[in-house]
């Protein structure tokens, strides 16, 4: 069992940039593969970016692909999503995740979600 809290969500200006934090309880927290997704109003959960276990290996949606960058810190349980060049298209609610699957992909089952954080992108 794992919990996340996700931070950093808040208001920004199209162009500008936010870096959403995930801290993770457990021991265990190098073992999963974890990953960012968002959820805008009224549209379907996507696919943002996962990394493996170690950080060495990610992916991410063509459409935060260049922009976004995900990263990992096992020693403090937590995981990065560095967001650049933000647009108002930008705008939702980004969930971090966490996955006992070795794969890391929009196809990886996730197990365990935070509660989300508020991202806004103004025109």
């Known amino acids: 069992q794992v919990q996340l809290v996700e931070s950093g969500g808040g208001l920004v200006q199209a162009g500008g940039s936010l870096r959403l934090s995930c801290a993770a309880s457990g021991r265990t927290f190098s073992s999963y593969v974890m990953g960012w997704f968002r959820q805008a109003p009224g549209k379907e959960r996507e696919f943002v970016a996962a990394i493996n276990w170690s950080g060495g290996r990610t992916n991410y949606a063509d459409s935060v692909k260049g922009r976004f960058t995900i990263s990992r810190d096992n020693a403090k349980n937590t995981v990065y999503l560095q967001m650049n060049s933000l647009k108002p298209e930008d705008t939702a609610v980004y969930y971090c995740?966490?996955?006992?699957?070795?794969?890391?992909?929009?196809?990886?089952?996730?197990?365990?979600w935070g509660q989300g954080t508020q991202v806004t992108v103004s025109s």
């Open positions: 995740a966490a996955s006992r699957e070795r794969t890391y992909y929009s196809g990886t089952r996730f197990n365990f």
